[in-house]
């Protein structure tokens, strides 16, 4: 499926890459899958490596042992708690714009 293109983007690759990782350790291809499936939008292997080696520098995700192909990642405590933070805060600013549309139950 091509990369969907929104018209107000809202998918950062960091917060898509925390996501995936929320249900345990992913090697890169397994992480743009997971990304892919759920929300129809494809990371390049750059961006996927640039945004993981941001997060390792931030101590959000950490690498494990792999094979020589294939490193997993996993998520941090602290990665847990901020990707906790941000989607609370989405669901939040999502149950507001709802709300002010006219949107019944939000």
Do not use: C, N
Request: neutral net charge.
């Amino acid at each position: 499926m091509p990369r969907q293109r929104d018209r107000v983007g809202w998918a950062e690759p960091a917060l898509l890459i925390l996501a995936s990782l929320a249900d345990g350790p992913k090697h890169g291809y397994a992480i743009i899958k997971d990304v892919e499936e759920d929300t129809s939008i494809r990371l390049g292997p750059g961006t996927l490596y640039a945004a993981i080696s941001r997060l390792e520098e931030s101590g959000l995700v950490a690498a494990l042992e792999g094979d020589e192909r294939r490193r997993p990642y996993r998520l941090t405590t602290e990665g847990e708690t901020v990707l906790d933070d941000r989607l609370r805060a989405m669901a939040r600013f999502a149950r507001v714009g709802l709300s002010r549309l006219g949107v019944a139950g939000a």
